[in-house]
């Protein structure tokens, strides 16, 4: 399952290219991903606070064509495998005009606050069920 | 006495008018206030872990010319007026040419963890005597 | 009138005190005027086109309470003043339990892309009157 | 050959995990190349004013150790792989106490202003040939 969520590209996210820096879509990203969870009950905020944690690991982003001021643009989001104790996620976000723009991957741990690993299949099933219907399988 | 620090423009910090976004210019005051404090002996790092913060009260920003992509600007602060739990702060941003380019000021409380004020010229007496010495009349 | 837009607390725009650093209230102010503008049918961006520019001359911001990661805040928008050649509008940012976390202002002056004033009363009567339609005066 | 770029890491580049938030790994990117073409004659304003244009075409980050605040690390950059007309680099990002925090690549494109390919070896030697100097085997 692809959740999207609308981003409108701010006036100070865009660099004298005048175009959005290539940094802020990693920001994209976050807001994506963190929607996904709300939207779906696990708000991030309230993971934190049951002590789930989900440290970035690694990201990826490929850029295509540049977003532009003012401009609402699509990130669509979802779960490209998950893992024992960790997730990768995959990220698209789509120009107004329905053209690609950038295609991105980021990969997360699922730790308690001391960063140690937990195992989310056996201590946490009802969120490793949540995010495993929003796995997608790749075309 | 005023402090100079060097900040080299980072293209992530222009905009699409091709100039440093404006509210960068507030970053670039806390880099210079914390840099003024550690080449004085007091990292604002080391005055946390002592007990000792400084959140801002407000700050004002006046634009005068913009600084550009990859220009060393000197950003120049010092104490404007320090009080018994509070202190004032002054910042000027001069371009490579020597123009003026912004022109800003910021407040800050001085206090505990839980943000109780603290009495600095009698619970922190070195601390105040090294801001009094900071100070600088207005001209 | 007070345009009222809602903005959500991004992770990446909190600092180490946990809380949404001091110079993301001035990009949200950024973000509400432009919001004001294009709900009321005059985008930024198409203002830009027609050869409005809205450089920033001055902000302020008064800390009163911190916002917080993943709250809804409501940034409100007004023009405090409208000059032939210039504006100054006010902001304030509003927690999700109703308390007041900032008030802000900023000036504008209205110029072409070469950056020389606008008269706005005689050159854009329309968009003067709109401006005046936003007027608060303040209580 | 590594280049050694030194950044101050700054209280607004942290969040409230208190650490550097993972997007600003990618603007230290950005500076620690820029750095590296600067102290060696090509800086990238002056690549641009002579019609040179090196686009991000794609970017990664392995996060290993978090950064702290006030922390000085060292970012060293270097080419992995010159072609004739893009260029990957690769970064590494070591803290004070010699720890290795991120691994990074990224991918650029050598264009003219309106994103058309140059073939630097034929039309740019002198840079090519300085890009081949930065080229550091893998080990």
Same mark, same amino acid.
């Given at each position: 399952m692809k959740f999207e969520s609308k981003i409108r590209v701010q006036?100070?996210?865009? #660099?004298s290219m005048g175009i959005?820096?290539?940094?802020?879509y990693i920001r994209y990203f976050e807001t994506a991903r963190t929607e996904m969870l709300r939207q779906n009950g696990y708000s991030y905020a309230s993971m934190e606070k049951a002590g789930v944690w989900m440290p970035v690991l690694s990201v990826t982003a490929e850029y295509k064509m540049p977003a532009l001021y003012d401009e609402v643009v699509s990130v669509y989001c979802w779960v490209e495998k998950l893992r024992g104790a960790s997730v990768d996620l995959k990220y698209e976000v789509i120009g107004e #005009?329905?053209?690609?723009c950038v295609v991105g991957r980021s990969s997360h741990g699922f730790t308690d606050p001391d960063l140690k690993p937990i195992r989310m299949k056996k201590e946490w099933p009802d969120m490793y069920e949540f995010f495993k219907k929003l796995e997608q399988p790749e075309e």
């Open positions: 006036f100070y996210e865009t #660099d959005v820096h290539h940094s802020n #005009d329905g053209r690609l």
